[in-house]
């Protein structure tokens, strides 16, 4: 096992109901603001809840929050936090809205020229301060409600990247798995593919002896293909529902993380298709990962044989072919939520590659991967597979 | 799933070498308490590790906390704090050590006549305010490095009682592997067992149709069952040691509980056996445990089978003899690490069963356990049997 460090001081209210408890989470001597997106949390009952447990609080409201948030919108936003002298943003929403919520308290409290900078220089800014915010989740997927990281997409340059910030946890997530009856079959199997893959990041590297993390991995995994399908099936079974939610949280609260190396990979190509194509998140990585596990087939060989025994239950065949057929069976999973992984599915040809691959190389890069050694050739090679 | 709440901000720092970190995880600006037991920090070196990182800094020592730790030595502690005016404890030890820590931390800012109260009234009092405090573990066993719990036990009245507050949960905890290279073999085979029953007290009750938190429970337990004999074998083995000292952290931090129902019988009944004989934690738990399995199999029954199934891989037989290998084969791993099972191995007979009775009798006793059905006459039956 690697060294590390291990801090999350969110505080997770989980259940049904527990929308009520949120008088007693948000503070009371400040003006607060109340964000949220295109408004489905009007038609799920989401807002009516949230507000009745705020009656006699102080508010701003700012709604219209895109899926993957634009820089342009939240920094409206941060203008109003930093005129109105807000003290606290409470997120109502999945994780874009989140993400938008954490991007907004950071930028409320920058001191620098322009708050994309924590976003384009990693390296020399660091967000240290930021207004204190909650959420009431809506959308189990990104496990942006247990963590500090947070991606925001810049329009007019057609840039989606990633901060990380421990200021920017929420003090709280208000998680209750009712919000999961309403929601639409596309955003149920973008859920589960997100969660998935965000497991799959931080496991399918290379072995470390690190067997509890391994084993919480694969726990998370084997739920995810339980409990996915039975809530895409009935979206009003609450056990299920409940299942997924608490999944996709721990598939992203820095836990199975911790003592391990990463990937990620999957993460920075996808984003490239959101940002030129504007393709959902969770589409991007069923696209790429496939290829990712093909052409670093040799970096993740012991874990792709364990990902194959322990989740999918593949123990015959020979290396290659228990290999092949891992890989093939988590291109299976993903489609069978209607989720297509090849590119031309989603109108994208091969002069679309050295597009992304450009994209990377002007970014002065030196390799991604858990080894650091997935090369701008290969990431051509990923996408030429899944065409 | 039931409704919970989760809340765990102990920042975790793991590894080896990091003791190091202590001079930025110290507050600087305040005079500190150093908090240890019988002395075996200055064998293994910790003790010269902690002074080299914290040079400069302006520090108290306590040492002398016992196992078990007594309120009448932590009294004095707790005098010290007060008089000192220290602003920060830190716990350079095991569990006792920590727990004891804890309990001078909320007693030196009591407001009520006794601390002692809020371990016995604990429907009347709570612990809302305490000393920050950290720790330095020296023995991976108990878990309250990550988590708000502590037991105390008073000399005088032969009591052994807990107390649990958000407000005594550690700032930081430094986990370094490389202490239990100098663990004498009984600590190593205690701390085991106690994290093993840790995970039990929360995992082997009834179904609620939670995967991941049953799933993650047996991914300490298996890992206990894998790794615990590897540090008892080789105690220079790292990686061992790093495994265990994780799964023994991750037992009681609160996440494998949250959302099923609990036990704890196990421990209220261990308890006694420490308050009037004295016997290891640990020990008393490998003890009462088989117990607790036999008398409570109905209720238990479906965990059972599940619990002998994932962890002992025991697959065949009708469920009686599945539940009865599950049993032996736990009494057999206790064993395997020298640690005896029954009551009379401890030179305790059969007029001690009506004293442990008299006692929960006399507190007002209406049962205990997952369903709060365990009887008074039922403790008298699980003692009867491991005699």
Redesign the interface.
């Given at each position: 096992?690697?060294?590390?460090?291990?801090?999350?001081?969110?505080?997770?209210?989980?259940?049904?109901?527990?929308i009520s408890q949120l008088n007693k989470l948000v503070p009371a001597e400040t003006k607060i603001m109340l964000a949220y997106g295109g408004g489905s949390i009007f038609k799920n009952g989401v807002y009516d809840q949230v507000k009745t447990a705020l009656k006699g609080f102080d508010i701003v409201e700012f709604g219209g929050i895109e899926p993957n948030p634009h820089y342009e919108t939240l920094m409206k936003a941060a203008e109003i936090v930093k005129k109105e002298n807000l003290g606290f943003i409470l997120a109502v929403g999945g994780g874009s809205v989140l993400d938008g919520v954490k991007f907004i308290a950071a930028a409320a409290c920058w001191e620098g020229a322009d708050p994309w900078d924590f976003l384009t220089q990693r390296s020399k800014y660091t967000v240290n301060k930021a207004i204190p915010l909650g959420s009431v989740l809506t959308l189990p997927a990104t496990g942006s409600e247990m963590n500090g990281g947070s991606v925001v997409t810049r329009i007019s340059t057609r840039e989606k990247l990633a901060f990380m910030s421990n200021a920017v946890m929420p003090k709280f997530s208000i998680l209750d798995p009712t919000v999961v009856f309403s929601l639409p079959e596309k955003q149920v199997a973008n859920g589960v593919v997100d969660a998935f893959v965000h497991v799959i990041e931080q496991y399918l590297t290379f072995p470390v002896?690190?067997?509890?993390q391994d084993?919480?991995a694969?726990?998370?995994l084997?739920?995810l293909v339980?409990?996915g399908p039975k809530v895409l099936a009935d979206r009003s079974d609450y056990?299920a529902a409940?299942?997924f939610m608490?999944?996709a949280t721990?598939a992203l609260n820095g836990?199975i993380g911790?003592?391990v190396p990463q990937d990620w990979a999957t993460h920075m190509i996808g984003h490239e298709l959101t940002a030129f194509h504007n393709i959902d998140h969770a589409r991007t990585l069923a696209i790429v990962l496939p290829g990712i596990m093909r052409v670093k087939k040799e970096n993740k060989r012991e874990k792709l044989l364990q990902f194959g025994e322990r989740v999918w239950k593949i123990t015959t065949g020979t290396t290659e072919e228990r290999i092949d057929a891992t890989i093939s069976r988590t291109v299976e999973f993903f489609e069978s939520f209607g989720i297509p992984t090849k590119l031309s599915a989603y109108g994208i040809g091969a002069d679309f590659i050295p597009v992304v691959c450009d994209r990377f190389t002007q970014r002065g890069f030196t390799g991604i991967g858990e080894r650091g050694d997935l090369t701008v050739a290969q990431i051509g090679e990923v996408l030429t597979l899944q065409l």
């Open positions: 096992m690697q060294n590390f460090e291990f801090y999350n001081p969110v505080n997770i209210v989980f259940g049904k109901g527990q002896d690190a067997p509890i084993r919480f694969e726990s998370i084997v739920t339980e409990e056990e409940a299942n608490w999944a721990m836990l911790t003592g």
